[in-house]
């Protein structure tokens, strides 16, 4: 079952402009992760942040998250054509067997227009 | 290190025949999962290793799908007979746990393997 879902479900934008993605999810987690997919590729792992944790940045990238709302956001600034990818939210946490695993959302397709 | 390695990249077969995926994981690592990927669903969980013991198959779809783990640098899926519906991309990925309920490290994904049944 989907624990995270993000949105929107697709972003068209202009380079140079900032990309904003949204993942909401349902349950506690131990932390939430956010990776990306490039067309017929696997998923690389971009940033983590633990349930304890407010923000966090790596380069051009931001990322929130609010426990209370059970939401986060990852902001991509000045995008490049590059960015042009499928960007995926992840939750660890504990399965219905109990075991903690990652489960991903749907995703959000980016396109940044040059 | 090589990474996640999977193969085949690509895989045609005909409705009825036996399939099987494999996939080496990072050394070191010691969880291991598979996830099937499709348009209509999107990337779902099938089967979570730790320490070569499947931890939860609960996203297994049914009795074709089979997965093993023999030893720590080898893991098999294989569906028996396969069918159209289960042509998607599936990916194997692999992480180090420290500890039950701690955070999966180094999450590392393999390029995944095209399965198109006809």
């Known amino acids: 079952s989907q624990q995270g879902e993000e949105d929107p479900q697709a972003l068209s934008i202009q380079e140079g402009e900032n990309a904003t993605m949204n993942c909401s999810y349902k349950?506690?987690?131990?932390?939430l992760q956010w990776y990306r997919q490039n067309s017929g590729r696997g998923l690389v792992h971009l940033i983590l942040i633990r349930s304890n944790e407010r923000e966090k940045h790596s380069g051009r990238l931001r990322v929130t998250l609010d426990t209370s709302k059970k939401s986060s956001s990852l902001l991509i600034t000045a995008s490049r054509a590059a960015d042009t990818a499928s960007y995926f939210c992840?939750?660890?946490?504990?399965?219905?067997?109990?075991?903690?695993?990652?489960?991903f959302g749907k995703g959000t397709k980016l396109s940044v227009i040059p | 290190d090589a990474g996640v390695i999977q193969s085949p990249r690509h895989e045609v077969t005909e409705m009825g025949q036996e399939v099987t995926l494999r996939c080496k994981p990072i050394s070191g690592h010691n969880s291991l999962f598979w996830y099937r990927q499709t348009m209509m669903r999107g990337l779902e969980l099938l089967i979570y290793?730790?320490?070569?013991?499947?931890?939860?198959d609960s996203g297994m779809p049914e009795d074709r799908f089979s997965a093993k783990m023999p030893n720590a640098s080898f893991s098999t899926l294989k569906i028996q007979p396969s069918e159209p519906r289960d042509s998607a991309v599936y990916f194997c990925?692999?992480?180090?746990?420290?500890?039950?309920?701690?955070?999966?490290?180094?999450?590392?994904f393999g390029s995944g393997t095209r399965l198109t049944v006809v």
């Open positions: 992840a939750t660890d946490a504990k399965s219905g067997a109990g075991s903690y695993q990652l489960t």
């Open positions: 990925a692999s992480s180090f746990l420290a500890r039950t309920g701690g955070d999966h490290y180094g999450y590392t």
């Open positions: 290793f730790n320490n070569n013991v499947p931890i939860d």
């Open positions: 349950t506690s987690i131990n932390n």
